[in-house]
């Protein structure tokens, strides 16, 4: 699948160092990152999924190596231009949500979209995502399926280049799972956005355009999948 290359990693290494010991949590990684497909990076826990999604969302800088974003190298710039990079380009989803808890459904979708100069219309985007009557529930009054399209909604109404999404299923039952993986995956063929699914669950990697398997910091395999399979028919 050779498409454009939205970005760039080169030699991009991550180490924490804690106290005595040093974590290599993402060895020397070279890899791209192309425009509008659905990759799914699966490995098991502490493998460094979290580490490798952070470093392509600019939530943290890597201890070496080079991100190009077009011109850019991401490992370079100032903090703000980062936060920029951040708020106009990358919707992140996460396992627990993380809906801000006193604001309504289409309040937390509003609020991320006034971080952009050309947001979706949020109503709008309120029914497509299938929300339409619980624009006015807080966080607590809707199931987690809900509360994950919620935040589904809030990624995406900034339009970003990428949707990243950590675990998204991971406190979800099911046929719920099934659910929201398949909102990803027509996100990601309808409106055009990169989306990168992070996971342990390896039946998942059969949605994808493209699979990263990872151990121990590495990116061990990258394999590319020319019939993805509709989430819906994805079984575990
Ligand atoms: P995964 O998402 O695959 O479970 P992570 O990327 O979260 O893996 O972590 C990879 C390794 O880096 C793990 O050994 C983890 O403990 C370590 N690690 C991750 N974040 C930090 C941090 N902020 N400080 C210290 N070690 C970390
Ligand atoms: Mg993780």
Redesign the pocket.
């Known amino acids: 699948m050779a498409g454009d290359v939205l970005l760039r990693l080169e030699q991009v290494k ?1 180490t ?3 106290g005595e010991v040093t ?4 060895k020397e990684t070279t890899v791209d990152i192309y425009k509008g497909e659905l990759l799914v990076v699966l ?12 470093m392509i969302g600019g939530m ?1 800088r890597p201890t070496a190596g080079r991100i190009l974003f077009g011109s850019k190298d991401l490992s370079q710039v100032n903090d703000r231009e980062l936060t920029l990079y951040r708020r106009r380009e990358v919707g992140f989803v996460f396992q627990f949500y993380n809906l801000i808890p006193d604001l309504t459904a289409a309040e937390n979708v509003s609020l991320a979209a006034e971080l952009v100069d050309d947001p979706l219309p949020v109503d709008r985007l309120m029914e497509d995502i299938g929300l339409g009557d619980r624009k006015g529930h807080f966080p607590a009054q809707l199931s987690g399926g809900e509360q994950q399209r919620v935040s589904i909604a809030r990624a995406i109404v900034k339009q970003p280049l990428f949707l990243l999404c ?2 998204p299923t991971g406190a979800l039952d099911y046929a719920t799972g099934i659910k929201v993986l398949g909102l990803l995956q027509e996100i990601c063929s309808k409106r055009g956005n990169t989306v990168i699914i ?1 996971t ?1 669950n390896m039946p998942v990697a059969d949605m994808a355009d493209r699979v990263f398997r ?1 151990r121990s ?1 590495e990116i061990v395999e990258i394999t590319e999948n020319p019939e993805p399979v509709p989430a819906e028919r994805i079984v575990w």
């Open positions: 991550k924490y160092i804690m974590v290599e949590a993402l490995g098991p826990s502490g493998s460094g999924k979290t580490t490798l999604l952070n943290d950590d675990e992070v342990h990872m910091g």
